[in-house]
């Protein structure tokens, strides 16, 4: 599909020639529940081998599979982390990944000929590594004084992993690197960014990009890294509940990065952009409602 030429919020973005009257395009399938799974696990995803790949760590039913949604069912979080694939038009079931579990999710990433997942335990907030070949998944190995109190985020940059992960304890925000053959760099705060929620990465341009929450707020801020710098990060005229993802896509041979968030004071996604403008370079802009 095309980009569209409307928005939802015009007077945050300022984009010209917006036609009276019309309404923004929806895009895609119809949406549907394939699992039960709450923010503070919220699923990672990834494109490996040609196929779609989620990991999380779901909810679980009693006497039932994993991906039960029976309305009176008894159940919880297990904290097991789970993998699905979806290929042909349907997902898989999801199989339990070497027993690892992990109380806040993960973050998945692909480098070389294998897809690499970074997440919490169990019961700490210690971070664990591990990687998938196609077949299956490695027994999970420490990443040595590195902890994180939510899920880390990932993406591939320049022949490396990084990873981009709160503290133990704290809001700050750290940024490391998994380097083949060296395995993970030591973590190096990122000076003067704080967030409440996980970030989102996305490479855009031979640049990495971060999108994350305010310190205490739902205000979102973009940082790019710079010859290994994070610039000073800029307050974005959106915002979201809880935690942006990033993409990067193209659209007629156009780039664009893919935001989606939600809306400060619902449920409800939102679907941002940011790429080219006609008379002001690159620049944010929000697309249209989910619902």
């Known amino acids: 599909?095309?980009?569209?030429?409307?928005?939802?919020?015009?007077?945050?973005?300022?984009?010209?020639?917006?036609p009276q009257g019309e309404k923004p395009k929806v895009?895609?399938?119809?949406?549907?529940?394939?699992?039960?799974?709450?923010?503070?696990?919220?699923?990672?995803?990834?494109?490996f081998q040609n196929k779609l790949h989620l990991v999380s760590s779901d909810y679980y039913c009693a006497g039932g599979p994993a991906f039960d949604l029976v309305l009176n069912c008894l159940g919880g979080y297990d904290n097991f982390l789970k993998h699905r694939i979806y290929e042909n038009g349907k997902w898989s079931d999801p199989q339990i990944i070497h027993k690892q579990k992990s109380k806040k999710g993960v973050g998945l990433a692909v480098l070389g000929n294998r897809l690499h997942m970074v997440h919490l335990g169990n019961k700490s907030n210690q971070l664990w590594y591990s990687t998938y070949d196609g077949n299956s998944w490695t027994p999970n190995v420490k990443i040595p004084n590195q902890?994180?109190?939510?899920?880390?985020?990932?993406a591939t940059f320049q022949n490396r992993i990084h990873m981009v992960h709160l503290g133990d304890s704290s809001n700050d925000?750290?940024?490391?690197?998994?380097i083949p053959g060296q395995g993970w760099t030591v973590n190096v705060r990122i000076p003067g960014q704080k967030s409440k929620n996980t970030p989102g990465l996305a490479l855009f341009r031979n640049r990495l990009h971060m999108v994350h929450s305010g310190d205490s707020s739902n205000d979102l801020w973009h940082s790019v890294l710079v010859r290994d710098q994070w610039t000073k990060n800029n307050k974005l005229p959106i915002d979201s509940k809880y935690s942006p993802t990033l993409a990067f896509?193209?659209?007629n041979s156009t780039p664009w990065m893919e935001l989606v968030h939600?809306?400060?004071g619902g449920s409800a996604l939102y679907h941002s952009l940011y790429g080219p403008h006609l008379r002001r370079g690159r620049t944010w802009i929000e697309w249209f409602d989910t619902r």
């Open 1 to 18: 599909y095309s980009r569209p030429n409307v928005v939802m919020n015009q007077k945050s973005i300022g984009l010209p020639d917006v």
């Open 27 to 47: 895009c895609g399938p119809f949406q549907k529940v394939i699992g039960r799974i709450d923010e503070k696990r919220k699923p990672a995803l990834a494109v």
């Open 147 to 154: 902890k994180s109190k939510k899920r880390p985020v990932l």
């Open 173 to 178: 925000l750290w940024h490391s690197m998994y």
């Open 249 to 251: 896509s193209a659209s």
């Open 262 to 264: 939600f809306e400060k």
